[in-house]
């Protein structure tokens, strides 16, 4: 969150505080004020401009590892959504100019341009250490006036702040309004093949345009959609995209799936989208100590044996057992498996129910910047998707997402 904000001199004076009581004092980077946010750390070494866009990062203070920021600029086409997301942004040394055919401005104007306060000049070595002993947890950037105030009443304000736990974002970041995009639009010759419903729940520019190279046509809607929205879509498939918050708080999401997995309409989730769909099968989902951000999460593919190197920002995760296949807690979706699971700490990385055309990951497949090596997971959806497709000319009587009357009510889920 932040407050009033300036145009940063060069030299002004700027402090993080942590909750713990921690500071680091350093020089404004970008706007002048207050920023307020919960504190986490990004270990790409490339992609910042992708990192800043991306609305899962919403009311979150970034730390960059990487020591030098800002050396490409930032142009139109890198953005992931139409504005900066995170709400402070911590490096160590921020370019004096950027260097790079492509860069149409510096970050730091692009940062004051939005209203985004930053600080520079800081050991982000350290706070990352910091951050991984002792947890993510609630901070504050402060420039210019705002940092001359004694270090008591900027921790009191720091710690006064809500808590990432409980918090329901996603609404706060998804479109108003519907819209649509195309294969054509995206060098895709010939119609659609397949239209996909995508919830938006924090979605990154790249989701979409991976779906139309492919020839998927993706009808977006706000993150408050009904199945009847779904329905009214034409969908083939549903999506559900990453996004910021607690999935503990995304219950309207929840009986949304679960409508959708009662129809069996083929569905794929991302991050927020696979923590939504381990709740709708009916496990829980816990806070991670400092969560996984970056660009090079290894993942272990339990069904291939394939590592691939992920791009992931989470802080969250669902907690389902890694011996499976195992019934789901939601009895009537049949077995599911934890398909995919981290290196680094063995979190669940992915789910995939065997009785129903169903699956998500935990990481970004349409990482920008990133690996692609988890691209194929749109072509996996796109075989559930030929599959009913091929279910239905064959005279199955399944039901689908162009019969809304064969999934249950609201009030008949409850019952």
Partial sequence: MTTHAEVTRAGTAAVLVLEDGRTFRGSGYGAQGTALGEAVFATGMTGYQETITDPSYARQLVVQTAPHIGNTGVNRDDAESRRIWVSGYIVRDAARRPSNWRSEKSLDEELVEQGVVG?????????????????????????????ARSDAELLAEVTAQRSMEGSRLAEEVSIDSSYVVEPSDHGWEGGPRFTVA??????????????????VRTVVLPADASYEDVVAAGADGVFMSNGPGDPST?????????RVLDGRVPFFGICFGNQILGRALGFGTYKLRYGH????????????GKVEITSQ???????????????????????????????NDDVVEGLA???LPAFSVQYHPEAAAGPHDSAYLFDRFIDLMTDAANADRDGSDEPDASDVS??????????
């Fill in 119 to 147: 600080i520079q000049g800081v050991d982000t070595r350290a706070i990352t250490r910091h951050l991984r002993e002792r947890g993510a947890m609630k901070a504050g950037i402060f420039s210019g006036p705002d940092a």
């Fill in 198 to 215: 995508a919830l938006d729940l924090g979605i990154k520019a790249m989701t979409p345009k991976h779906f139309a190279q492919r020839g």
């Fill in 250 to 258: 995304a219950d309207a999401q929840v009986a949304l799936l679960r």
């Fill in 293 to 304: 951000r970056g660009i090079n999460q290894p993942v272990l593919d339990r069904r291939t």
């Fill in 313 to 343: 920002n989470h802080g969250f995760a669902v907690d389902a057992p890694l011996d499976g296949p195992v019934t789901a807690p939601e009895e009537r979706f049949g077995r599911v498996e934890v398909s995919h699971v981290s290196l």
């Fill in 353 to 355: 129910c065997l009785d």
């Fill in 406 to 415: 064969k999934a249950p009510t609201p009030a008949q889920e409850e019952n």
